[in-house]
């Protein structure tokens, strides 16, 4: 038999878990996020003690949307202190992968297309260039991820709150690079663990935004969607990393036409404390 008394006492216990839990979501504030997030990678001792990370592994691209296609290859992230480089190759003549460098202050965005230019996503990256320069990109992996050291970096820190993300509870963190930019810049880190899963880039840009871009777009106005994944955690060293890392770039125009990348790699090596050559992070 249903019981009114019951009943209400139950709904009432889940309002207040709710209510409990949502205080505990605003109660956090931006610092108490990033130092939970720290300590989800490792103790201070071990982030501290890796000065250097070469992480490789295979790697894939896909043709999504605009177009067909798929290569396989491999992905290599290399990073010193707050350099770095991300290099995703490809043996294929029309398109050689990307390879992204920031020596800590410049940046350089290697031509890789049969007509040596940058590709799409590489134009964009060179012409909008926070989410490299700021080190963002390539999470946790890189040395050089401005969480490590945000005295340095001295980004402006929003939390907005909860959301669901690929089904996922996460944190949102609005991320506010100290030098300005267009992009607005989401860091997700899951609720239980405080890893960080995801970032997301957006951004609307006018059609003079670099040649490549220009060429492609010939509109007012286009919006761009870069979107990393981070999964597979693993300890490697006394620090938890991703081993998967999924990367998309979305081009949208307004005459409705869609470009959509995507790589996939798995580090499924990684080495901290390397010796490298540091021509690996020159900016001419």
Same mark, same amino acid.
């Given at each position: ?66 177009? /067909?296609?798929? &290569?396989? !290859?491999?992905?290599?992230? $290399?990073?010193?202190? +707050?350099?770095?480089? =991300?290099? #995703? ?40 260039? /926070?989410?490299? &320069?700021? !080190?963002?990109?390539?999470? $946790?992996?890189?040395? +050089?991820?401005?969480? =490590?050291? #945000? ?134």
């Amino acid at each position: 038999m249903w019981n009114r008394n019951a009943f209400s006492s139950w709904a009432c216990g889940v309002v207040l878990v709710s209510l409990v839990a949502l205080a505990g979501a605003q109660e956090l504030k931006p610092e108490d996020l990033v130092a939970r997030h720290l300590q989800s990678i490792g103790a201070p001792q071990a982030r501290a003690a890796a000065q250097s990370r070469v992480a490789a592994g295979p790697a894939q691209f896909k043709i999504l949307v605009g177009g /067909a296609g798929k &290569l396989d !290859g491999k992905a290599t992230l $290399v990073s010193q202190g +707050a350099r770095l480089v =991300l290099l #995703l190759k490809f043996s294929n003549a029309d398109y050689r992968g990307e390879q992204l460098v920031c020596d800590g202050k410049k940046i350089r965005v290697v031509a890789t297309t049969a007509n040596q230019r940058r590709s799409l996503f590489g134009e964009l990256l060179y012409s909008q260039n /926070a989410p490299l &320069l700021e !080190g963002l990109l390539g999470g $946790v992996i890189s040395t +050089a991820w401005p969480l =490590l050291d #945000l005295q340095d970096h001295q980004a402006k820190l929003s939390l907005e709150g909860t959301k669901k993300f690929e089904g996922q509870s996460v944190y949102d963190l609005l991320y506010r690079p100290k030098r300005g930019t267009d992009w607005v810049i989401h860091l997700y880190f899951d609720t239980e663990t405080f890893h960080h899963v995801a970032t997301l880039y957006t951004i609307s840009v006018s059609a003079g935004l670099g040649r490549g871009v220009t060429d492609s777009a010939r509109q007012e106005q286009s919006r761009f969607r870069i979107e990393e994944r981070f999964s597979d955690f693993q300890e490697h060293n006394g620090l938890t990393l991703p081993q998967q890392y999924d990367l998309h770039f979305t081009e949208e125009l307004q005459n409705g036409s869609t470009t959509m990348w995507q790589w996939n790699a798995q580090f499924t090596d990684i080495s901290d404390n390397v010796t490298l050559d540091p021509r690996n992070f020159e900016v001419k």
